[in-house]
């Protein structure tokens, strides 16, 4: 790790407890979320799954931003689906559940933090999506508008063009107005430091960003530091690229997870 990103890592990050406050393990669930274009398998989480299953129960989901789906359903719709992840595994008797993901995975596991907020962690690695930097380029706003003004109408089910970014590469998408509205509102529930400083209660964050990514240093650090404070949160700065991170941060993760469950 460079001088700069172990200094950040050290000025961020929350202390770590050295034991859990139960005497015994509890049982934990993880609900897990691809980024942007992606899918359930997706091979940028495949190591975050391997290294979690052999003491969490892991639940991977198609989110509504999957190559397949492509904003069919609205960001409420898409908390929802993580709602009943969430519920499943407290119905089964899962004593400890958190939620996290990859870039857009991770925004939508801040997210459900303020819209829900009925976890107890939360593990955002590489976040992603801002639909605030989205709007002012032009290709992107003119879709954007379309939506927001077809919303106005009374018309959220009318299917609107726009141009989609990720990581550079760009996408022609046409989905329901009222779901691309619900995803690059620029005021909405996709963006991140919202959710991040309307979390329904502090819990502990395992936060994890690459020193390549675009994010860092400046917009992923102001987010974080709108999170509720926590004694055991922590903000993890890995030499790594935004696809990356999530893999280098693995080993980390299971054991900050682990300090958590006492499994």
């Known amino acids: 790790m460079r001088p700069c990103a172990t200094l950040l890592a050290l000025v961020l990050?929350?202390?770590?407890?050295?034991?859990?406050?139960?005497?015994?393990p509890v049982s934990c669930g993880v609900v897990l979320m691809h980024g942007k274009w992606g899918m359930p398998q997706s091979p940028y989480l495949k190591p975050v799954l391997q290294k979690l299953e052999p003491a969490c129960q892991v639940k991977l989901l198609e989110m509504p931003w999957s190559r397949l789906r492509l904003y069919d359903k609205p960001y409420a719709e898409a908390v929802a689906q993580i709602r009943q992840a969430v519920s499943e595994f407290r119905q089964a008797g899962v004593q400890w559940v958190a939620v996290g993901g990859q870039s857009f995975g991770a925004n939508a596991a801040l997210a459900y933090m303020a819209q829900v907020g009925d976890v107890d962690a939360v593990l955002p690695?590489?976040?992603?999506?801002?639909?605030?930097?989205?709007?002012?380029?032009?290709?992107?706003?003119?879709?954007?508008?379309?939506?927001?003004?077809?919303v106005a109408s009374g018309q959220g089910d009318a299917l609107v063009e726009m141009t989609d970014i990720n990581q550079g590469q760009r996408?022609?998408?046409?989905?329901?107005?009222?779901?691309?509205?619900?995803?690059?509102?620029p005021q909405g529930w996709a963006n991140m430091a919202l959710s991040a400083q309307n979390f329904r209660k502090a819990v502990p964050v395992f936060w994890a960003i690459g020193t390549h990514d675009s994010l860092y240093p400046s917009i992923s650090?102001?987010?974080?530091?709108?999170?509720?404070?926590?004694?055991?949160?922590?903000?993890?700065?890995?030499?790594?690229?935004?696809?990356?991170t999530p893999e280098v941060a693995s080993e980390a993760l299971l054991n900050w997870v682990k300090a958590r469950t006492g499994r």
């Open 13 to 24: 990050a929350g202390p770590l407890s050295g034991s859990p406050a139960w005497a015994e």
């Open 125 to 150: 690695m590489a976040p992603g999506h801002v639909p605030e930097n989205f709007y002012p380029i032009p290709e992107v706003r003119r879709g954007i508008d379309a939506a927001r003004q077809a």
């Open 171 to 185: 996408r022609e998408v046409k989905a329901p107005a009222a779901a691309l509205w619900s995803y690059f509102d």
């Open 221 to 244: 650090a102001a987010i974080y530091q709108k999170l509720p404070a926590h004694a055991d949160s922590q903000y993890l700065v890995v030499q790594a690229n935004h696809a990356t």
